[in-house]
């Protein structure tokens, strides 16, 4: 392909594409870059493997360091292990894409975006996005795209396109909206708690822009002379179907329709049934028939077409009755059950909350600020993670075996997800200056895992005694769309989630929403139904946490014995090398006598915490001794350190010293020095001033006895 270039001017900021310059052997690839900020997406096409029953589709977002000018540090001086963010990327740009691609579709697909210049002002996740539906239909996939992402930011009551780092700091809202020409068919943000309706205008405001990056790619194509494949997909052998059709149908309804079944007990009634039909085939049919030959030759199409027709008849039975299959009316939540203090004191925080099958344990640990979270991000400007959110999804919580693995995509962005539905709500640094790390663990899955962790969390937390300004809670949202058909579905369980529309995850307070994320499996959603879903969404979010608060309604008043205690204090910046000491001997030291954690900011915040507070108070004291400045007439009581001939040196607080000249040790004439004090004695002294080079003065002259009482009752021990 030719060398071709395009500027598209978009809401004051230009996007500017690049075509046939790099990647030449990639199926199709382009450089995308806004301001300084330049990312190559390439998107590859092989054959498909033998016996593959899904779209084979790879996303990986990769960040270089010398894209910001860096070197990476460690012995190898290369990047390692993908921070998270470039996990959670790698996600945004995978979920639009996967229901644009049709679903018999079985080549393996790969996306590659990688992040080659970055500059502080314009973040690269959505150019990846918008990148990677231009690199597919150049590399001429069937694709029922094109596909664009834009970031919605609100700065005072204004909402922005693509806004800066800056900006998407300081704002109430960080919204990525991704559409197809056919509507929505992603959406991922955070809030701080904003209405309903504030959420549903900045996804229309950001899906008005999406539909201008797809009206530039369009315009690309025809530039090109490419235009959208269409491949036909694979035929079925509609006697097999109807075989299925007629021997499995009105038995499926009937399992649909025992509503007192749960998950496991429908599951195997259904296993039961796809299980019996190649039995039926072996006695119906003779040898030599074709469809007796396909079922029981290839189990995969019998389970292709087996979840087909259930999936028919359960969005039938939907559409037509209004009622899913645990009997639930279409807006209705499952059971809840919620329970705190599960666990020992020593763990900080515990509750579990259940939702139907659903069952969800999470745990908070309470710690110090030196336990924040170090962001292995060196692209991005965020430093530190004070609440930290993880997630853990293992097999026992479906029913199944398999080896437990490091956390994958999904657990990393269900934790994100949590954890951005929570982090409105904590309160500030100042107010309660503890790192906070919650655990969610799935005992048990069938649907909304996430929403159940952030429920999970609230409650911990409260548990826990950690000052939450409100209480969070969450519900996830499902859809069935037959064409004009629609019917959207409150708490959403597994099978609806499996065999529905949508996954539409929606966090907040009672005052607003902090978090969501909707996810598509049809080419995309309008605007009134997405609307629609929020809406839905308030009541149910609002019956959970009323659930939630009949446990506890709010934070402990006070925390776990087990956890650490903290006290706050402030010295001058000039004064942190003396608490550090050489090497940080001093500060090891403090540590060792009081047996208290000390981290220190370079604005002079000291944090001192410790189990037992008594220690914190200690360490505190010595800290503050240490750094005050001595004044002059006042009384301390020091040690002899060392001793010349015309006075003795004398540690009146940790690491100041004084001297204390011969003609002041005594009333009258001293003769030697060592007649009055030797090395190790406790002395009473007075400040008499500082001379012209900064050196403190002291006396033992001039002290009234109850200055000298005073000064010994101060006397730390």
């Given at each position: ?120 002002e314009v973040p690269p996740d959505v150019l990846a996005v918008t990148g ?141 049934i796809q299980e019996n039909l190649v039995d039926t085939s072996i006695a ?90 170090e962001l292995a991000d060196d692209l991005h400007p965020d430093e530190q ?333």
């Open positions: 392909m030719l060398d071709y270039d395009k500027s598209i001017s978009f809401d004051g900021r230009d996007i500017r594409l690049k075509i046939g310059l790099l990647a030449p052997q990639a199926g199709g690839s382009v450089l995308i870059e806004s301001g300084d900020t330049a990312v190559l997406v390439t998107a590859t096409r092989t054959a498909a493997r033998e016996g593959i029953d899904f779209v084979p589709l790879i996303v990986d977002y990769e960040e270089r360091l010398y894209a910001a000018g860096r070197i990476p540090g460690g012995f190898l001086r290369r990047e390692g292990r993908p921070p998270e963010k470039a996990t959670l990327t790698s996600r945004l740009i995978d979920r639009p894409l996967r229901p644009l691609f049709p679903n018999w579709f079985r080549d393996d697909i790969q996306i590659v975006a990688t992040t080659l210049s970055m500059d502080e990677s539906s231009i690199a597919v239909l150049l590399a001429s996939i069937p694709f029922y795209g094109p596909m664009a992402a834009v970031r919605v930011g609100l700065v005072g009551d204004d909402f922005i396109i693509n806004p800066t780092f800056k900006e998407i700091e300081g704002g109430d809202l960080d919204l990525v909206v991704a559409g197809s020409p056919d509507g929505v068919v992603m959406v991922e943000a955070g809030a701080n708690q904003l209405l309903e309706q504030d959420i549903i205008e900045a996804i229309d405001f950001g899906y008005e822009a999406v539909l201008e990056l797809i009206k530039a790619q369009k315009e690309l194509l025809e530039d090109l002379n490419l235009s959208l494949i269409e491949e036909e997909a694979p035929e079925i052998n509609e006697n097999i179907q109807q075989f299925i059709q007629d021997n499995c149908a009105e038995k499926i309804k009937n399992v649909l329709s025992q509503y007192e079944l749960d998950k496991n007990g429908r599951d195997l009634a259904l296993d039961a119906q049919l003779s040898e030599e028939d074709s469809i007796k030959i396909a079922l029981t030759e290839d189990s995969k199409l019998v389970s292709i077409l087996f979840k087909n027709l259930t999936k028919k008849l359960m969005r039938l039975q939907i559409l037509e009755e209004g009622i899913r299959v645990d009997g639930r009316k279409l807006d209705q939540v499952r059971p809840i059950k919620c329970h705190i203090g599960l666990l020992p004191a020593r763990v900080h925080g515990s509750a579990i909350f259940a939702r139907g099958l659903t069952q969800v344990l999470s745990i908070a640990t309470l710690g110090t600020p030196g336990d924040a979270q993670k004070r609440y930290i959110h993880h997630y853990n999804f293992p097999p026992y919580s479906v029913g199944e075996t398999k080896p437990l693995r490091s956390p994958g995509r999904r657990e990393i962005g269900h934790g994100a997800l949590a954890e951005r539905a929570i982090v409105p709500v904590l309160p500030p640094q100042e107010q309660f200056p503890y790192v906070v790390r919650v655990v969610s663990e799935v005992l048990s899955s069938n649907g909304s895992t996430s929403m159940g962790s952030v429920c999970g969390s609230t409650l911990a937390l409260m548990d826990a005694g950690v000052p939450i300004t409100k209480p969070v809670s969450g519900a996830a949202m499902g859809l069935i769309k037959e064409g004009d058909e629609v019917r959207i579905l409150t708490d959403i369980q597994g099978i609806e989630d499996f065999l529905g529309d949508m996954d539409f995850k929606v966090a907040g307070t009672d005052s607003g929403i902090t978090a969501l994320q909707m996810d598509m499996k049809i080419t995309g959603l309008s605007m009134d139904i997405v609307a629609q879903a929020i809406d839905q969404a308030k009541s149910a979010r609002i019956h959970i946490l009323d659930k939630m608060l009949e446990t506890i309604d709010q934070p402990r008043p006070s925390l776990s014995p087990f956890a650490p205690r903290l006290l706050r204090m402030k010295i001058d910046p000039e004064t942190i090398g003396l608490v550090i000491g050489p090497g940080g001997k001093t500060i090891k030291g403090i540590t060792d006598q009081t047996g208290a954690k000390i981290d220190i900011d370079d604005d002079g915040t000291v944090t001192i915490s410790a189990i037992q507070a008594e220690k914190a108070e200690k360490a505190k004291k010595l800290i503050y001794n240490m750094t005050r400045k001595l004044n002059e007439g006042e009384v301390y009581v020091g040690r002899v350190t060392r001793i010349i001939d015309i006075g003795a040196f004398v540690e009146v607080l940790p690491g100041k010293e004084g001297m204390i000249h011969i003609s002041q040790l005594a009333e009258g004439r001293v003769g030697k020095v060592e007649d009055e004090v030797a090395v190790g004695d406790e002395v009473v002294v007075k400040v008499r001033g500082f001379d012209g080079k900064g050196r403190l003065n002291l006396t033992r002259l001039g002290i009234h006895p109850e200055e000298a009482a005073a000064a010994r009752d101060a006397v730390f021990q």
